[in-house]
């Protein structure tokens, strides 16, 4: 048995401890078994990540190490933590609480408040839309629904990032957030809101946290009961987690260690609601002995996919990219990625539904096919092109384009006007139909220009600029088509679309499709303005919109379709071009401005660990012997940058390689590459072979000490190199794992 993230329906319970750990590879069989201390999970997309930590837990709960209710795992959905507890159940380890954040907090905080607070805890409101359009009522403050979405935005963002009313309009700038509305009178609401709250003794859903934070923080006998209760934690997707939820966790914690975090900074595509990755980044700096364990062994996608995903990373900028994990296939090869550019959107919408119905015809299921967009407003092509080739579907996270409130007030508004425009001085300048409906849709909302910012105001916006470019394009096929024709056209359009939802290709924004896969992904509308998005305008924020391409990349197991359009409609001018993403990646195109050094390769770094009877923190001391700092060998300077380190010596420092012992080997690298079925740098980087031709080893021992070489890869191809830099033919002919 393999390492894999799928498991059969219904798998054998397994007899023992030991037979938890069977069919895990070394990385998950290490998480595994470390059970005390800190440990650091960094995970990339696909390698298994929640397999190996809930073998983790499984061990440890059947070795009888970890007591189950002394364990908390905690994730971010309710979908992820019922998965959790499954596999638990799977594995033998049932009675561990695998929750989602607020869910434990929420448990914890009705449980203790009558100790806490006394009376009856206050009402949870679902949804606080109308909490905030009263507070904004109550400041003589008018928003319109896509602005009171975005408002209602800010004030949970506020909340997570622990920002008071007073401090929002600074905290709001730092962040460089696009406010919806003045920072002023954005703060003016959230205070509002507040004081409404706590009239009608109400709390939401942050203040679960909020709440049970400051019973913590305040009460110690409280703090010490849920300490003696839970001594063992989980804490899965650590990259999303925001400011309120560490300060929880470190309130569960203590002075306690017994710690393990998992995530992916290559996966942080959340930063606008307050997560940020920085505390997985920085788990070493506070936990200086902990184990940190790399992933890399991508059991979903084949080496082709995963290819195109490392080299969107390859090009990424920032902390997180400092930090990006380099993936490796355990899959067979497979098909190619399918680059394809078309003249217009309809026309990429119906090339996608072209190959989706050859996939359905070859026997693929409509299940595990995905067409996955940037923005909601874009899926209203693809229903239609669906419908149109009678291929069922199922939206997730979105509603239908058609159910949309938006679209529906609309409708209603055109209908009325093709009824009674006669009597509408909006219509008495429209010469045409797309006039008309510009007309018409400008009383809901629509206006020439985009609003700038993401949210629901900009949402919205796209949903009418989508009725308005479609009534341009049904002018175009029909000339002296009515605006009563378009109102046929759309409820026809709209009639058609109630396709059944079960066995359907899924319709998905990026947003949406994290943590799930298919056999066949098509990422549509990969074009500049798109992807990245036209208000992406800071660095952070590109490399965001880098890092969703790189999620959607990443969900496709066997087959990949990357498609763009040049322009909106037919016949338009064809001034967009792809996304500069695919630069370098995407034949014929030239190569982007790429980063030195290579992301991080699998393995483990153990910390050693001494604590006290309860666990509690102790002395950190790493079991490797502390390195001095790498310096040039050539003018003697303190290297930082991972590929002058590789070469142990500065960039710009002269080079005593050998050219010729450096080309032999790239041609050798290629070959193994080739064999392998996996990209040339999955053999080795070309810093680490500018290294080795540097160095010129004469043994293993020398060979064992450049940086990038490590004990797996001395094994594989240790006798080769080293015949190359002897001057002899390589011998090896493995084919790879």
């Given at each position: ?13 397994p ?7 069977e ?6 069989r290490?998480?595994?078994t470390?059970?005390?201390?800190p ?5 990339g997309a696909g ?7 809930t073998?983790?837990i499984?061990y ?12 908390l795992?905690?994730t ?6 019922g ?7 799977q594995l033998?380890?049932a009675g ?8 434990a ?8 408040w009558?100790?806490a607070?006394?009376g ?10 109308q909490l905030?359009?009263?507070?904004a ?12 979405r975005?408002v209602?935005g ?8 622990q ?12 962040a460089g957030?696009d ?7 954005i703060?003016?609401?959230y205070?509002a ?9 109400v709390?939401?859903?942050?203040d ?5 934070v400051a ?6 006998d409280?703090t010490?009961q ?11 997707e ?8 560490q300060?929880l966790?470190?309130l569960w914690?203590g002075?306690?260690?017994n710690l ?17 990755p920085?505390?997985l ?8 002995g902990a ?6 062994r991508?059991?979903?996608?084949t ?7 490392n080299?969107?990373?390859a090009?990424a900028r920032?902390r997180?990219a ?9 899959r067979p090869?497979?098909?190619e990625?399918?680059?394809t ?8 919408a ?5 190959r989706?119905?050859e ?7 409509a ?6 967009f ?10 239609q092109?669906l ?6 579907y199922q939206l ?5 384009f058609?159910?949309r409130?938006?679209v529906r007030?609309a ?7 093709a ?6 001085s ?25 609003p700038?910012g993401?949210g629901a105001v ?11 470019n ?9 000339p002296?088509?009515?605006l009563a024709?378009?109102v046929?056209e ?6 058609a679309?109630?396709?059944p ?7 998905a ?11 066949v ?18 660095d952070e924020?590109?490399e965001?919109?880098r ?8 969900r ?9 359009a040049?322009a909106?409609?037919p016949g338009?001018?064809?001034s967009?071009?792809p ?11 030239a190569a982007?401005?790429?980063r030195?050094?290579a992301?991080?390769?699998g393995?483990?770094?153990?910390g050693?660990?001494s604590s006290?009877a309860?666990g509690t923190?102790?002395a950190?001391?790493?079991?490797r ?9 050539v003018?003697g300077?303190?290297?930082?940058d ?12 002269p080079?005593?390689m050998?050219?010729?012992?450096y080309?032999?080997?790239r041609d050798w690298r290629?070959v193994q590459?080739r064999?392998?079925?996996?990209p ?6 070309d810093?680490t072979?500018?290294?080795i ?7 293993e ?7 990038g070489?490590?004990?797996r890869k001395?094994n594989?191809y240790?006798?080769d190199?080293?015949?190359i830099?002897?001057?002899q033919?390589?011998?090896g002919d493995e084919?790879g794992d």
């Amino acid at each position: 048995m393999t390492a894999a993230t799928h498991s059969t329906l219904f798998p054998q319970v397994p007899d023992s401890a030991d037979a938890v750990l069977e069919g895990l590879d070394p990385e998950q069989r290490e998480v595994a078994t470390a059970l005390h201390g800190p440990v650091c999970v960094l995970a990339g997309a696909g390698t298994g990540k929640t397999r190996a930590i809930t073998h983790r837990i499984a061990y440890g709960v059947r070795a009888g190490i970890l007591p189950p209710s002394s364990v908390l795992a905690v994730t971010f959905t309710n979908r992820a933590a019922g998965e959790m507890r499954g596999r638990l159940r799977q594995l033998g380890a049932a009675g561990v609480q695998a929750r989602t954040f607020h869910s434990a907090a929420l448990r914890q905080l009705q449980y203790f408040w009558p100790k806490a607070v006394g009376g009856s805890m206050p009402r949870l409101v679902d949804r606080k839309v109308q909490l905030v359009a009263d507070a904004a009522a109550a400041c003589r403050i008018r928003l319109d629904r896509g602005e009171l979405r975005d408002v209602t935005g800010e004030i949970e963002w506020s909340k997570v990032t622990q920002t008071v009313p007073s401090d929002y309009a600074l905290a709001a700038a730092k962040a460089g957030r696009d406010a919806p509305r003045d920072p002023a009178e954005i703060a003016q609401i959230y205070a509002a809101y507040e004081d409404l709250k706590r009239d009608r003794a109400v709390i939401d859903f942050e203040d679960v946290l909020l709440l049970t934070v400051a019973i913590l923080q305040d009460r110690h006998d409280i703090t010490d009961q849920v300490r003696a209760q839970y001594q063992h934690f989980v804490v899965d997707e650590y990259q999303d987690v925001s400011p309120l939820q560490q300060r929880l966790l470190e309130l569960w914690l203590g002075e306690r260690d017994n710690l393990c975090v998992v995530g992916d900074a290559s996966q942080t595509i959340y930063s606008f609601t307050g997560a940020t990755p920085d505390y997985l980044l920085d788990f070493r700096t506070r936990h200086p002995g902990a184990t940190v364990v790399k992933l890399v062994r991508d059991y979903r996608s084949t080496p082709q996919v995963v290819h195109l995903a490392n080299g969107l990373l390859a090009q990424a900028r920032g902390r997180a990219a400092d930090h990006r994990l380099e993936l490796v296939s355990q899959r067979p090869a497979g098909p190619e990625p399918v680059y394809t550019e078309y003249a217009d959107e309809p026309a990429e919408a119906e090339g996608a539904a072209r190959r989706i119905r050859e996939l359905l015809d070859s026997g693929v299921p409509a299940s595990e096919i995905a067409v996955l967009f940037r923005t909601n407003g874009q899926s209203e092509t693809y229903e239609q092109a669906l419908a149109d080739a009678g291929i069922p579907y199922q939206l997730r996270g979105a509603e239908r384009f058609f159910d949309r409130p938006e679209v529906r007030k609309a409708g209603i508004a055109l209908r009325g006007a093709a009824r009674f425009g006669g009597n509408d001085s909006l219509l008495d300048e429209a010469v045409d139909l797309p006039s008309q409906v510009r007309a018409v849709l400008s009383g809901e909302g629509w206006t020439t220009t985009p609003p700038a910012g993401s949210g629901a105001v900009r949402e919205r916006w796209e949903s009418l600029a989508a009725l308005v470019n479609l009534a341009q394009d049904f002018a175009a096929a029909r000339p002296g088509a009515t605006l009563a024709d378009l109102v046929a056209e759309l409820d026809e359009r709209a009639g058609a679309q109630h396709a059944p939802t079960v066995q359907g290709v899924t319709l998905a924004s990026l947003h949406s499709a994290k943590g799930l896969e298919w056999d066949v992904a098509f990422l549509v509308g990969v074009a500049e303005g798109m992807m990245p998005i036209t208000y992406a305008k800071t660095d952070e924020q590109i490399e965001e919109e880098r890092r969703l391409l790189y999620v959607g990349v990443t969900r496709a197991r066997s087959h990949l379709h990357v498609s763009w359009a040049l322009a909106r409609s037919p016949g338009g001018r064809p001034s967009r071009r792809p996304s500069r993403f695919l630069d370098g990646l995407r034949p014929g195109s030239a190569a982007a401005a790429g980063r030195a050094g290579a992301g991080a390769a699998g393995g483990i770094e153990r910390g050693h660990y001494s604590s006290g009877a309860n666990g509690t923190r102790g002395a950190a001391e790493p079991r490797r012997t502390q390195r001095a700092p790498a310096r040039c060998r050539v003018c003697g300077r303190t290297l930082t940058d991972a590929g002058e380190m590789k070469l142990m010596r500065c960039e710009d420092c002269p080079s005593d390689m050998d050219e010729g012992l450096y080309e032999r080997l790239r041609d050798w690298r290629a070959v193994q590459a080739r064999r392998s079925g996996q990209p040339a740098f999955c053999v080795f980087t070309d810093k680490t072979l500018m290294a080795i031709a540097e160095t010129a080893p004469d043994d293993e021992g020398e060979l064992a000490r450049i940086p990038g070489v490590g004990m797996r890869k001395l094994n594989r191809y240790g006798a080769d190199v080293l015949a190359i830099c002897a001057g002899q033919e390589p011998g090896g002919d493995e084919d790879g794992d």
